[in-house]
């Protein structure tokens, strides 16, 4: 595949819970080796548990760069022991997440739990889809995909294609989100499938 994307630094949103399955972090282990490889830089939520840190490991001990993100308030929650690479802790999560939108140029959803997002499935949803919104108003247009580990996506697929069947959600946006099981297939895929193109221009990411 042809490579259309620049692609400096991932965003990847994640959990800091490793899920009742070692898949997940296998999976995760094997994106993070494989991000290194191509030389991406990781930007992240700043936790060493769980996911995250399973990600964070990951990348940095295959010798990439590693930059977490995380509010004050939720450092001893998520952080156990020595941090992973550079940290910047910050006052809010509205600040996090606009550092890590405005620091990468591609995006990643990893499973994840509850933790800061209220929204159905269970599943890391709120960065998610506020990133993936951003394309749609034009905020950004960078490439999001999804890791679909185990399945764990499969309800949120379904939901987008009822969206569109049913005239809520135009049919090129959603085929924009790019879906795979196979940590090397999405990074191909992140790296030359255009993102979506948004009609609206809006200036800053203030304006959200």
Known sequence: MEKVNKINNICVFCGSRKGNDEIYAQVTEELAKEMAKRNYGLIYGGGNIGIMGAVSQGVQNAGGRVK????RSLSPKEISGVTIGEVVFVDDMHT???????SSEAFIALPGGMGTFVLIFKLKLEELFECITW???GIHS???????????YDPLVA???TSVG?????SDFANSIIVSSDPI???NKLESIPPYKSQLKWLTTSQA
């Open 68 to 71: 977490g993100i995380i509010p």
């Open 96 to 102: 996090r997440k606009e550092i890590m939108y405005n």
């Open 135 to 137: 394309n749609q108003l």
């Open 142 to 152: 960078k490439p999001v995909g999804i890791l679909n580990i185990n399945g764990y």
């Open 159 to 161: 939901l987008l294609k």
């Open 166 to 170: 049913s005239g809520f959600v135009d």
């Open 185 to 187: 297939d999405l990074l």
